[in-house]
């Protein structure tokens, strides 16, 4: 005789669980992401070393060395070159203690020291001693000329030369060579220097690296330099096309504007993403706030003179673009601090522009907080070439 076959789930139940499943997964959707867990920024008294703990994650030190901004070609190029004998000295002391990385940035250099959690530490004050030693300018000769070479190549589209043309204006060329600032440069590097150190049980490397490492007592309040707009510049180019050029110098970062002028950069990009394909243009954006200065740039272009649109393009700004612009710019904040390693990063710059060290939780609140009004007159501003350092290339007759 033959068992009857009893399904272990009939139909029904295979339904229900499918139902059920369905709208456990829409549940779990509509909750989103959840808060996001932002770590502890700690510093000492001089403000000179902050640090963050992060559970189970190899050391990271970084050493932040502020340099004159580095907008024009021959600063560029000069902070490539302490960049290389940095790299260069580094190298020379080949530990297999730690890593290292060399960064250049427009008013640093960052040298990141890496090493495993629960390893000692390398010997910082060799590494300082080492770096610090006076440069002989005439030894780095061939690689300033690969620089310069590479520079001048960089140089040949015209959007760039529109670029250095704005920078120029910004911080207006040195007569001198990057080689013959070199050595005076390069000294300047290690007299106010601070430091950023992460992972697990950063705490713990506190006092020896107070020990081991020069501390700046001297906290200096920026210093910035107002720059005239100028009457508008012309200037053909080989293209057949326009580039109007509209730039400013801004605040310094950590100016009380810093965020109302970030938030205004975000409702520029936002009207021309949503505008450009009507108006036939294209556009960048250059943007950065810096230790002591800070500059914002728009290049549009098209095949007819973008100057006459403008006054277009600041009747469409509204209450709503600025309100969308807030949330997005929150937003994207938010989901970039989801990730630890990108609030080590903002933890640099805390560490460099010395901010609050809750700088990263009140981030969101400060932009939503800001005037709607305020941000549409600040990025109508932005869009009157009157105000601006003007600079078009047209297409030659």
Do not use: C
Not at 58 to 64: E, S
Not at 126 to 143: F, H, K, N, Y
């Amino acid at each position: 005789m033959t068992n009857e076959y009893r399904p272990l789930f009939n139909r029904k139940y295979i339904t229900g669980l499918m139902w059920f499943s369905l709208i456990a997964i829409l549940i779990l959707t509509s909750m989103g992401p959840g808060d996001v867990e932002y770590q502890t920024v700690e510093t000492n008294d001089e403000q000179t070393i902050y640090w963050m703990e992060l559970d189970d994650q190899p050391i990271q030190l970084v050493l932040l060395l502020p340099t004159a901004p580095a907008l024009n070609p021959i600063q560029q190029q000069l902070q490539q070159l302490k960049s290389l004998v940095i790299q260069q000295r580094l190298r020379a002391l080949s530990s297999p203690i730690y890593s290292y990385t060399v960064t250049p940035r427009a008013d640093r250099i960052e040298i990141g020291l890496h090493w495993a959690m629960g390893q000692e530490l390398p010997n910082l004050t060799e590494i300082w001693d080492t770096l610090r030693a006076p440069v002989e300018a005439s030894r780095w000769e061939e690689a300033n000329k690969t620089l310069q070479a590479r520079h001048y190549l960089e140089a040949q589209s015209s959007e760039q030369q529109l670029i250095n043309r704005f920078y120029q204006q910004l911080q207006p060329p040195n007569t001198d060579s990057a080689l013959n600032l070199l050595t005076e440069a390069y000294a300047e590097l290690f007299i106010r220097p601070s430091y950023a150190i992460s992972g697990d049980d950063a705490e713990d490397y506190i006092g020896a690296i107070e020990q081991q490492l020069p501390q700046s007592t001297s906290i200096t309040t920026p210093q910035q330099t107002n720059i005239s707009n100028g009457d508008l510049v012309r200037e053909t180019n080989t293209q057949n096309s326009y580039q109007l050029l509209l730039g400013k110098q801004i605040s310094h970062r950590a100016s009380e504007q810093f965020v109302a002028q970030r938030l205004t950069a975000q409702t520029l990009q936002d009207l021309l993403n949503e505008y450009k394909a009507q108006h036939k243009l294209s556009f960048r954006l250059l943007w950065a706030a810096l230790e002591t200065t800070g500059y914002q740039a728009i290049i549009l272009g098209g095949q007819q003179n973008p100057g006459p649109i403008l006054p277009q393009l600041q009747q469409l700004i509204s209450d709503d673009l600025v309100e969308s612009s807030q949330n997005r710019l929150a937003a994207t904040w938010q989901e970039r601090m989801r990730d630890n390693k990108n609030q080590v990063q903002a933890l640099t710059l805390i560490a460099f522009y010395r901010l609050p060290t809750d700088t990263m939780e009140s981030y969101v609140e400060q932009i939503m907080d800001l005037d709607t009004d305020d941000i549409i007159e600040m990025t109508k501003q932005a869009l009157n070439s009157s105000q601006q350092i003007s600079i078009i290339q047209s297409p030659a007759l």
